[in-house]
């Protein structure tokens, strides 16, 4: 059965927001484990939008599952994650003017950077993700400079109004997610996904692991963040 890492970012936006210590992403973290996530996300970009560096150390002090941090490879981001530590690295595109992540790494363009960011992470034994687009030469790519884990860009699928479209992109998830897992890649799947549209992954069984947050911690505005988490949870264990 898949698994739930749920992502805390927007509680931090919340915050961010009033420039106030409230809500706090690391609260929210907890309760999300107390509801049965089976790991923590965490965006530390650039620009501090959201997530701050107090926020990741101490998610790394308290959180009872696993810690994701999601993060550019850049010199600086690199340093931190080797200096945190932790259970996993996912490397991400980052533009300053992006509302969201838009789209996966390049990784045949960029390969030898991120050959390079991978490296220094696994000499502190700290496990490599590389958030692609749904295309199984980037996933090649991606073994072949030594990730660990993949995780399939969700958002083209879940963006798409026409049926046509909808069934166009889910079928690159499929193709995806099978590549990852004949290469003996871990597979996890994120971006854009909601209560509705992770039932169509019922069946998949590639994907060891969903990443989901802005629907979780939308939800979680209007029922309690232990109650979104338990729903999406359900959702998946339905799959």
Do not use: W
């Not at 996530?37 to 959201?50: K, N, Q, S, Y």
């Amino acid at each position: 059965m898949a698994g739930l890492a749920v992502n805390i970012d927007h509680i931090a936006t919340l915050r961010q927001a009033r420039g106030v210590n409230y809500p706090d992403p690391v609260a929210a973290a907890m309760l999300a484990e107390l509801a049965g996530a089976d790991g923590i996300v965490a965006h530390l970009r650039e620009d501090r939008r959201h997530i701050q560096d107090r926020d990741i150390h101490l998610l790394k002090q308290t959180i009872q599952t696993k810690l994701i941090l999601e993060m550019a490879a850049t010199d600086e981001m690199i340093q931190i994650a080797r200096d945190i530590k932790p259970d996993l690295a996912t490397l991400v595109p980052e533009k300053r003017a992006e509302l969201t992540t838009e789209g996966g790494l390049d990784v045949i363009t960029h390969a030898d950077l991120l050959a390079n960011a991978i490296q220094r992470l696994h000499d502190r034994k700290i496990p490599v993700s590389l958030f692609v687009d749904p295309d199984p030469a980037q996933i090649e790519r991606a073994k072949a400079i030594q990730a660990d884990a993949i995780e399939i860009h969700t958002g083209v699928f879940c963006d798409a109004v026409d049926d046509s479209d909808k069934d166009a992109a889910f079928s690159k998830i499929i193709e995806a997610a099978k590549t990852a897992n004949q290469l003996s890649l871990g597979v996890n799947a994120g971006h854009g996904l909601c209560y509705h549209s992770i039932k169509r992954f019922k069946g998949l069984m590639e994907i060891n692991e969903f990443s989901i947050g802005h629907s979780i911690v939308s939800r979680a505005a209007l029922v309690g963040m232990q109650q979104a988490v338990s729903d999406m949870i359900a959702l998946i264990r339905d799959l």
